[in-house]
């Protein structure tokens, strides 16, 4: 069996523990400037990585991550091997995580006027960063072969919207349980769920290219799991989950099964050849679907994935990219236009066919031009894939900051008007 | 006038047709029982429907059993009907403009018989009048002293909530609990990574006593309201689920909910709809009150 080595393992734990202390100190500084923690830790990433540390003091990072600094070197393998792993399962959790927040029951029931704001808030998006991708296809550096795929993908992260922060963005407003704010919440998640589908598809057609045979078995393979997952592996879990809960031990019990079948849903896709983060997704809905989870467990599970596993993951986006030296202004610009534009008119024009009003309309699709985490994840991933380089996901980050920090106003002016 | 006009404006209650489906099952007697106390207290017309021709055996047997609970037949009337179970006893609800349907339930259904229907699940799914279902319908049958009724945030719900004081204050009721059921499915994911335990039970009391208060709100514009003894709760949950916990811990005399927005299909069964969690395993008698022409 091989093993991490005593330096090895010296070096591994001193780049996590560093990582998860500097990324709390600055989610809680961030909290104080009402900012959602996920930035604090992505500027953590920033101020440790390339960009700044290894910018001003090279020596302190490359004694802290001699992994990132020198990965040409072998004896740094080990370790990259083990923090590849370490971020590969602080995805798949965090996808868990998503995924337990979709509640299908609540799409159904907000009925047509969630079903067309998601049509329309997706089809405007997609159809626009497309078309964008072909138009500029230098800024956003693609080559002939790839300026469809990665316009379909930049398509996907401009029609995706962030439910955590929109919904507390909600909450604070006392709108939550409006009209509005069922749309905005119902259409989210059916978009966190179609937009993670369609993800999955453009990175199986990434990786397998013209196999037309292997590509329609894995569609079927995963169109028959979600289709199990979301009906009988659902109500097969709501019906372990008090047994579970009242003859394990508590939380012990409902933590080992939870992420148990997270780990087995995410093998299972990467088995068929859909990336891993998809079961896991999957396998979160039908998980926090269930009305016998208890509210507790449902919170130790998010705070222990919110801030043990997704700290490391989006240091490690500063870490492993320059964001000094991948940050393109232009396509900054374009990709800021793009998305406000797209994502706000789609989600309006969806609203306003689904039956609401014009200043509710609005609300709404200010509302959904919300990005957030997820977007991180689809870059990240798609810049693992090939499909993107460093400029454009430097370009989605900002893209997901400058969301966060003026959909809130927006928001207030529109609904107080 | 037609059948719409009659309908319009029409609240959900009094309670003055109340309709009863009958089979000869073990249980038939003690379910028209059931119908005829509730027939008298509320000075109601009482309508026996069976679907398929009954022998005269058959009919003497269902006055008799009418008459032991001292109704006079000028104030019953028995419909019997051929055609498809279902379908038949919807259209003779709404011919008679129906007030409320009583069914003999089963308390708990199989996973099949889930998903496939029964007939007492079936009309409450599909009904345009409110049901009572009746789980264990007994001979001599109770008042209902302990009422819950559901205060989901929803427009039908005030009209359920008068429907309660209505019914509590007929039964002369000892206790009303006013549940407020509240689904936040957001709630952890947006505080949970930004905020301290105090600040978000800080945010839930805000929450809980705004909940309170619009139901206050409610209470305060129903006549009768002030003449029972009521209680008012906040929980947390899924809707359907939440207060189906809860009736079983308080093990309630009737729980009253909305009816739902429209006709429940295979899809509501499959992403369970609030009122599937009840009809799935029925904690006590339940009363579906329908909103009528509102």
Partial sequence: MVKLGHHDMIVFLLGLGSILIIARLFAELFKQFKLPSVLGEIVAGVILGPSVLGFFWPESFEYLFPFIAHPEFTSTIPVQYAMDAMINISVIMLLFVAGMEVQLPLVIEQGKVALSTTFFSMLIPIAVGYLGVQLVPDLFMVTNRDVAIVGFFIGVVLSITALPVIARILMDMKLFKTRIGMTIIASAMLIDLLGWLIFSVILSVIEQGEEQTSLTYTMTAILVFGVFMLTIGSRLIDKSLPWVQTKFSWPGGVLALSFGLCFLGAAFTESIGIHSILGAFIVGIAFGDSANLRDRTREIIHQFVTNVFAPIFFVSIGLYVNFVDNFNFPLIAVLLILAYSSKILGAHVGARIGGLNKVDSWAVGVAMNTHGVLEIILGSLAMAAGLINEEVFVAIVVLVVVSIITSAPMLKRIVNK | ?294
Wanted: proline share 5%.
């Fill in chain 2, 1 to 294: 006038m037609n059948l719409a006009e009659q309908l319009k404006d029409r609240l959900p209650y009094p309670f003055e047709t109340i309709a009863v489906a009958v089979t000869f099952s073990p249980r038939y007697k003690a379910v028209i029982r059931e119908a005829a106390r509730l027939s008298r207290l509320h000075r109601a017309k009482l309508i026996l429907i069976h679907v398929g021709e009954l022998t005269e055996a058959q009919t003497a047997k269902l006055e008799s059993c009418v008459e032991t609970c001292h109704i006079k037949k000028k104030y019953y009337q028995i419909i019997d009907i051929a055609g498809a179970v279902v379908p038949t006893i919807l259209q003779v609800c709404k011919e008679n403009i129906v007030d409320l349907l009583v069914l003999g339930a089963l308390k708990k259904e199989t996973v099949l018989q889930h998903y496939v229907g029964t007939i007492a699940r079936k009309i409450s799914r599909k009904a345009k009048c409110s049901i009572l279902l009746i789980p264990d319908p007994k001979k001599r049958p109770l008042t209902f002293d302990k009422v819950v009724v559901s205060a989901i945030d929803s427009a039908k719900t005030p009209l359920t909530l008068a429907t309660a004081v209505y019914v509590a204050n007929m039964e002369d009721a000892q206790e009303l609990f006013i549940v407020n059921e509240e689904y936040i499915p957001m709630f952890q994911s947006a505080y949970a990574d930004c905020t301290t335990d105090e600040e978000i039970e800080s945010k839930k009391a805000d929450y809980m006593s705004e909940c309170k208060r619009k139901v206050v709100e409610v209470l305060n514009e129903i006549p009768g309201a002030s003449s029972i003894s009521t209680k008012q709760r906040v929980i947390f949950g899924k809707p359907g689920h939440s207060i189906q916990v809860f009736a079983k811990s308080k093990q309630p005399d009737l729980l009253l909910v909305n009816s739902p927005k429209k006709s429940l299909g295979i899809l509501d069964r499959l992403f369970p709809h609030d009122l599937e969690y009840l009809l799935e395993d029925l904690p006590c008698n339940l009363l579906i009150v329908h909103s009528r022409g509102f």
